[in-house]
């Protein structure tokens, strides 16, 4: 099944990615062209705007769009166990290696995230809002109550996207820092204005989340500055590639078989950052990308079954 299977009839399909500019877009661009070079003439292809996150399960349920991202998979996996993706599968997940991590002020008298309770006062953190959709904001919030620090008792900065609370606390504008996107750049400056250190969340609050579907992860010492062991922390990787479960089975078919037969197409655009630097984990295994939080449409499960192994072509992506 190494040739593309062939559509007889023009399709339009709508995709729902990130604010535009980032990783979640950029898959869906590459996916729209690769579908859109094997469909027939007439077909349609848009890329509507969104956060990631619970909006684009809701857009989805509600037929507004054809294909959406979430990242990271972990919560698609706890709104699955909470009974909010009925009727939707998955197509495939494209792989980034991320956690929610918390770092902080060296200077704070903290060894884990529930000692933040004592000197909530304080404390301002950078993170991002709880708001029903933003999964940064539902995790950070729901880790730190579990953890027994109050949210109400704390000041926060909020913003929708990394960078903004990054800035803020590399400026020592915050002194807590609770965040995810950890293989960007800025996350090696956070110790521009003065020493930092990084808080487990502590076996209470992975266990909770694990019962649930969210697992944890490690970050190995060495990875940001400071940090002189392994820390355990929340899981926040990868980007799930959901779908309706009526999606047509010879759409999901070429869906999937453009994800896994031109994968080299998005790879290109990383290689110049290394491997665990960057915010797509290349290589991209078909193994891989066929585990995930949701069960795969049929025509999807079929498709990676009948591709296996099969050798890619030698052409090189727009990007190389």
């Known amino acids: 099944m190494s040739e ?9 399909l709508q995709f729902r990615g990130d604010w535009g500019q980032a990783n979640l877009h950029r898959i869906c661009g590459w996916l729209a062209q690769e579908i859109g070079d094997r469909a027939p003439e007439g077909s349609r292809f848009g890329i509507w705007n969104g956060r990631g996150g619970i909006d684009q399960i809701e857009a989805l349920l509600a037929g507004e769009v054809d294909i959406a991202l979430v990242t990271p998979t972990a919560a698609v996996q706890m709104l ?26 060296a200077a704070l008298p903290v060894d884990t995230v529930a000692d933040l309770a004592s000197i909530a006062d304080q404390l301002t953190v950078a993170t991002s809002q709880d708001d029903g959709v933003n999964l940064i904001g539902l995790a950070a919030h729901k880790a730190l109550r579990i953890a027994g620090v109050d949210p109400e008792k704390l000041n926060f900065f909020y ?5 903004p609370p990054l800035d803020h606390f590399i400026a020592g504008k915050s002194n807590v820092l609770i965040h995810e996107a950890v293989m960007t750049p800025r996350w090696q400056q956070l110790d521009r204005v003065r ?27 060495g990875y940001f500055p400071g940090q002189t062991e392994d820390l355990h922390t929340l899981d926040f990787s990868d980007f ?7 999606m047509d089975d010879d759409v999901a078919a070429l869906v999937t078989w453009c994800m896994v037969m031109t994968r080299r197409a998005l790879e290109a655009q990383y290689q110049h950052l290394p491997a ?4 797509v984990t290349y290589p991209l295994v078909p193994a891989d990308m066929a585990r995930t939080p949701l069960p795969l449409h049929p025509a999807a499960a079929r498709t990676y079954e009948a591709l296996g192994d099969s050798e890619l072509s030698d052409s090189a992506p727009v990007w190389k």
């Open 4 to 12: 593309a299977p062939v559509l007889k009839r023009p399709i339009t």
């Open 195 to 221: 020493p930092v250190k990084y808080l487990p969340w502590g076996d209470e609050v992975l266990r909770a989340f694990a019962a649930e579907g969210w697992g944890d992860a490690v970050v190995e010492a």
């Open 276 to 279: 665990d630097r960057s915010p």
């Open 240 to 246: 799930a590639v959901l779908c309706r479960q009526d």
């Open 80 to 105: 699955d166990r909470a009974g909010k993706t009925k009727g939707l599968a998955s197509l495939g997940v494209v792989g980034q290696r991320d956690r929610l991590v918390v770092a902080v002020d």
């Open 159 to 163: 913003d929708e996207r990394p960078f």
